[in-house]
């Protein structure tokens, strides 16, 4: 029996062997780390007999397949101190999710967070007791008598709902089973640093028609050492959370009257329309042109560009003199009917429009998280329109931009390659081309890429980009779709160098994501303490003593004449008070002026990040403003 594994080494096997016998094998800590497996690219515990030739890959707890059957088998540990300590509840599901895990249960009196501690303790006793999983089947009804004999009406649904003569699989530790097609670890030994998290409600498979049942947050690590850094990182997070910080420096509000539809206020205006003209300065630069389209267009467009059929559930919908209409969810049909107004050479191709457009989207309540999750947000949209020849270098353009866009907030990013959905629209051949062409733009530029499979867009394959903030959290917001199908169905085309008609290809790309989410990241990202060109006041005036009121103020309109954004607080308060006040509002730099600032016509600038003071002349401390809002330091 030959085994293949993936760095191209090929071992022989006289006879039939489990994946965790063969881990062994191979020497060092390749089977102490390892989580799970997979055979020929199909997922398996590492109990897995292998029988034949075939490709293995053996994931530790670094991978994502590896964190997945960790915490899924934390997951169960839970469930199974659950049953234990409270018999009574009712089992509905409990799968792993980014960092951690969850499960949903179902017990009259609802779980509390008082109540989190002692189910900690007997997931540990469970872990301790070293209890294998074991995976068994059972033809369907006799799974479902299974699963009702255990009083567990949730499990006998799900089995209702799979197909005759399926064979249903469940695991077991200990006393306790579970309905689940796995994959998880050996072991519950193997689970040593857990924490439970919170506590929410959730609908029984997220119909608000359902019940209500109670979920447990959690999450799981091999050692206490990363436990303990992610917990400190979520601390962290909470002091940084942009709900908090956008309330305390008055960026924008989320109102009971407007669920989902964020308030920009004066502060926040300033911060979203500085992002936006650096937008377009960069996009002027690299030769795109900007367009608007209407927030609202008949159902007439959204059938022809799919999104009818594709996307509905996500629209909102009315009725003008007896025509459906949608309030767009995207930008881009509306970017296919300005192509299509006037005919285009091959000459007038690449053509790069932009378009900062205002969108909505129907999210259900409980998924609505701050600027994160939004019913309405701006999306710095751009269509590409071009040859096929051209495909690569646009790509490779757009990427470079976004690169640049990402590096000047001190992001670090991944890449990954999003392929076909199974809710796809084309031919595999258009698929094909337009995801080689993704592919050979990341190999050309040697940026790394990851494949994640079946995740692309309906109408075409895309490039995703998961920036890294300051605290180690990773965001999805840039990203580059290739399209052949929008083109085809709009009927879009360009006279060729022969003479004939030929079909555009379509580049979608955004580089901000949603301009309100990418907010909320920044705000994250630099805990509210924005760099001087981004800040809303980037100077406020302190003048000691009311005598020196007339002095401050006249700092204060040089300020503003000089373009900087300043801000006075003449209160006859202590200075003291002033800093404080003003380093709560996270203001970059403080210009505290008394009777010495005023007799020798300078000011004492205050450092918001080192608490650093310095004196200067006025004209130097503009100038040094100046160069750092030039320079986007």
């Not at 249903?168 to 796995?182: M, N, P, R, T, W």
């Amino acid at each position: 029996m030959k085994v293949s594994f993936k760095n191209g080494s090929v071992r022989e096997f006289e006879q039939p062997m489990s994946i965790i016998e063969i881990a062994k094998s191979l020497g060092g800590s390749v089977a102490s780390n390892a989580c799970v497996a997979k055979i020929n690219g199909e997922e398996a515990d590492l109990r897995t007999v292998v029988l034949e030739d075939c490709e293995l890959e053996i994931f530790d707890f670094n991978s994502e397949e590896g964190k997945h059957a960790f915490r899924h088998t934390a997951s169960h540990i839970m469930a199974q101190a659950i049953k234990r300590l409270y018999p009574e509840t009712k089992l509905a599901i409990g799968p792993s999710i980014a960092d951690g895990f969850y499960y949903d249960f179902d017990r009259e009196t609802p779980f509390t967070p008082d109540d989190l501690e002692k189910i900690e303790a007997e997931m540990k006793k469970i872990v301790k007791e070293n209890l294998p999983l074991e995976r068994f089947e059972l033809p369907r009804e006799e799974a479902i008598a299974f699963m009702k004999e255990k009083e567990e009406p949730y499990k006998v649904e799900l089995i209702e709902e799979l197909p005759e003569g399926e064979t249903i699989s469940f695991y077991k530790q200990g006393e306790y089973v579970d309905l689940c097609a796995g994959p998880h670890l050996m072991s519950t030994k193997y689970v040593k640093a857990f924490k439970l998290t919170s506590i929410a409600g959730a609908y029984w498979r997220g119909s608000e028609k359902n019940k209500m049942l109670t979920r447990i947050y959690g999450t799981a690590f091999p050692k206490a050492s990363e436990l303990d850094a992610y917990l400190t990182m979520m601390e962290e997070a909470k002091k940084r959370d942009h709900r908090k910080l956008g309330k305390e420096l008055g960026l924008f509000a989320l109102l009971d009257e407007g669920p989902g539809f964020p308030f920009f206020l004066p502060k926040g205006m300033i911060l979203k329309n500085t992002l936006i003209d650096y937008w377009r300065e960069l996009h002027r630069r690299e030769g795109y042109v900007e367009v608007s389209t209407p927030i609202m267009l008949n159902h007439q467009l959204w059938e022809t560009s799919g999104h009818w059929d594709h996307y509905k559930e996500n629209m909102y919908t009315t009725v003008i003199d007896d025509t459906d209409f949608a309030v767009k969810p995207m930008n881009c049909p509306g970017g296919m009917l300005v192509y299509k107004m006037e005919p285009h050479s091959y000459r007038d191709l690449p053509m790069r429009v932009g378009e900062l457009g205002l969108v909505h989207r129907h999210e259900k309540s409980g998924a609505l998280h701050g600027l994160f999750r939004v019913r309405c947000f701006t999306q710095d949209d751009a269509h590409i329109f071009m040859t096929p020849e051209q495909i690569t270098d646009e790509i490779k353009g757009v990427a470079r931009l976004i690169d640049e866009v990402y590096s000047l907030f001190g992001f670090k990013y991944h890449v990954e390659l999003s392929t076909r959905p199974e809710d796809s629209m084309g031919s595999d051949e258009d698929w094909e081309l337009a995801t080689e062409g993704l592919r050979k733009a990341l190999d050309e530029l040697g940026l790394p890429y990851v494949i994640n499979e079946g995740d692309g867009a309906f109408y075409g394959p895309k490039i995703d980009f998961h920036l890294e903030d300051s605290i180690g959290r990773t965001w999805q917001c840039g990203t580059i779709q290739l399209d052949f199908q929008l083109p085809l169905r709009f009927n879009a085309e360009y006279i060729g160098a022969d003479g004939e008609k030929h079909r555009p290809i379509m580049i979608h790309r955004v580089a901000f994501g949603s301009i309100e989410r990418f907010i909320g990241i920044l705000i994250e990202h630099f805990a509210g303490k924005f760099p001087v060109w981004l800040a809303p006041v980037q100077a406020k005036v302190l003048p000691i003593s009311d005598k020196n009121a007339e002095y401050a103020d006249k700092i204060y309109k040089e300020l503003e004449g000089a373009g900087i954004r300043a801000e006075k607080d003449m209160r006859s308060e202590k200075i003291g008070y002033k800093i404080r006040e003003a380093q709560l509002e996270k203001v970059p730099y403080m210009v505290i002026v008394g009777a010495k600032e005023e007799e020798q016509g300078t000011v004492a600038v205050r450092y918001r990040d080192s608490g650093e003071n310095v004196t200067m002349t006025l004209e130097e401390f503009i100038a040094k403003v100046q160069e750092e809002v030039k320079e986007k330091k």
